[in-house]
């Protein structure tokens, strides 16, 4: 596979790189790659070191711009060492790296450019930040053709990018509507002992908070879960996390919710630099190795939550601030993973100041996080906030952020369960009379020390399912991701086994099937009243009946006749015949599921004489 022509400024041509970019050297032929499946370009410069007097992640910049036809694309590139840190360990060589999702089929051309002056990796103009001219190390040119995914594209490199339409998500690709389901624990996910310079800083045991025990992450029991021809690194490592998310995936879950830096948090067990102390000095081989697994996540269709600090920590940077050290941080990630398709930016967990915490980023602080995200993200991936779990906190936190373009959607705490439907339809309609929707995911279940426990302790996860599942979607939620809870033997920062919640996926699984199946969820809104009701101005409704869920009132179904099926939501299957009746009201829905059924159902009902 040959590389693209690698000159430095004054030098001779290198030879071409190997195992480095898919572009041809030669202008008459060339490579072909798949819509959505990353272009990776190499860049030979001067030999650096991680720890070199010249900083290659501050005083260096790689800047690469792409076109096609109208269509400019220009993206940050990244120091990467020798070409291959990940299998080597490498923290110095001379190779700069671009990667880029091409998102239309046809021939792109590139020019690159890498430059050197002080703290020009900051810069957004043609000058370093002292004002001075930066020097060239290298300019380069090429081009390459895409074609559409191939009938052998998995997971999202077949579907698309997930991009925002309103108050859900879409994959570009195919068109359709995506809800999440997946895991939000542990959410040390990348405390993983086979990454580089990965441990704990210090034990993390305190009053109110989960704890992390005493070794980080291995996930030997998802060891089997590995196959042959999945991604490993340095002679075999790696397996236990790729086989938990192919664990995960088989269970038809779709996104995984983790921490990129947790410095001074709860684990303490997470950071992209080579030292938790320095954040101007990143991890090159770490990274790589971090890559590895969210290519192999993306492959088995497992969207990227990348949640990139927490409220213990918001302040570190900068004092909050976007200043040159969050600056830094952001471009830094931006530029080593948002050519993924699937991928969320999570400005933090649990933001903001509340009365147990009032250190905390302010809405001004907020605001121009994720202005930034949204300036230097060059596909737009959406942007969320991870809130805290009172109502009040919401509202005091929230308020202020609606209608801020830069902003998605909302990644909910809610600390009764039983609020769920309510909060998800308050913040859905708010946001949207705001002019700018939000798409609303139930991702952090409360309470706190609760959540979701494992199967052995909470065999059916009743509430859970009545409440923060159906709860969410018939809110016009856009999905869930499920905590496991601060003070469980399997809690947010230790579980290893994700089967410990085999019925809790089972049943997500179920939920996410009917609405994709058996509704136009995106044209329907929450019924009048506290129901969980869907319904598309009264022409079908879904509605979740329980003796634990609120009944829906006698006038939310409009009189007439209805095709009836009744939805088994433990089971995943309809029960009884399909069937037309003349409903005069709500109230006749209970006559319909008789009184010697105790499980909960769905209805399901079809207007037949609308017209």
Known sequence: MAAGLLVLSGCAAPPPLQNAAAVSATPEVLAVHQQWQPVTLDFAGPQLSETGELNPFTDTRLIVTYTKGTRVVSTRGFFAADGNAGETGADSGNIWRARFMPDEPGEWSYSARLEQGADIALATGTTSSTGATPKSLGQWQGRFAVAPPESDARGFYATGKLTQDGQYFRTAQTGKRWLKGGANSPENLLAFADFDGTYRMSDNARDGEADAGGDIHSFAPHIRDWRAGDPTWQDGKGKGLIGAVNYLADQGMNAVYFLTYNVAGDGKDVWPWASPDDPTRFDVSKLAQWETVFAHMQARGVALHIVLQETENE?????????????????????????????????????????????????????????????????????????????????????????????????????????????????????????????????????????????????????????????????????????????????????????????????????????????????????????????????????????????????????????????????????????????????????????????????????????
């Open 315 to 611: 302040l570190l940077l900068d004092g909050g601030d976007t200043g040159p050290q969050r600056q830094l941080y952001l471009n830094e990630l931006i530029a080593r993973f948002a050519h993924h398709p699937a991928l969320f930016w999570n400005l933090g967990e649990e933001n903001g100041p509340v009365h147990w915490r009032p250190e905390g980023q302010n809405d001004a602080q907020r605001k121009a996080m994720a202005q930034h995200i949204a300036a230097n993200d060059p596909y737009g991936h959406p942007v969320l906030l991870h809130t805290h779990s009172e109502g009040s906190d919401k509202d005091t936190i929230l308020t202020p952020l609606l209608g801020e373009l830069s902003l998605a959607g909302l990644s909910f705490q809610v600390s009764k369960r039983m609020t769920v439907n309510a909060e998800v339809r308050k913040w859905i309609a708010a946001s949207r009379e705001a002019g700018r929707p939000w798409a609303i995911t139930m991702d952090e279940i409360g309470e706190w020390q609760i959540g979701a426990r494992a199967d052995k302790h909470d065999p059916m996860h009743d509430s859970l399912r009545q409440h923060a599942l159906w709860g969410t979607l018939l809110g016009g939620g856009a999905g869930v991701e499920w905590y496991f809870g601060a003070h469980q033997d399997g809690n947010d920062l230790t579980t290893e086994d994700w089967r410990s919640r085999a019925e809790l996926w089972r049943q997500t699984r179920i939920a996410l099937r009917f609405f994709e199946e058996n509704l136009e969820y995106w044209d329907m809104q929450p019924c009048a009243g506290d129901a969980y009701c869907l319904t598309d101005a009264g022409r079908s409704y879904a509605i979740y009946w329980s003796d634990a869920a609120p009944k829906p009132g006698k006038d939310v179904v409009v009189p007439g006749h209805y095709r009836v099926r009744l939805f088994d939501p433990v089971a995943g299957i309809f029960v009884g015949d399909r069937h037309a009746v003349k409903l005069t009201s709500s109230n006749d829905l209970k006559r319909l599921i008789g009184p010697s059924i105790k499980e909960d159902r769905v209805f399901l009902l079809d207007r037949v004489d609308a017209q």
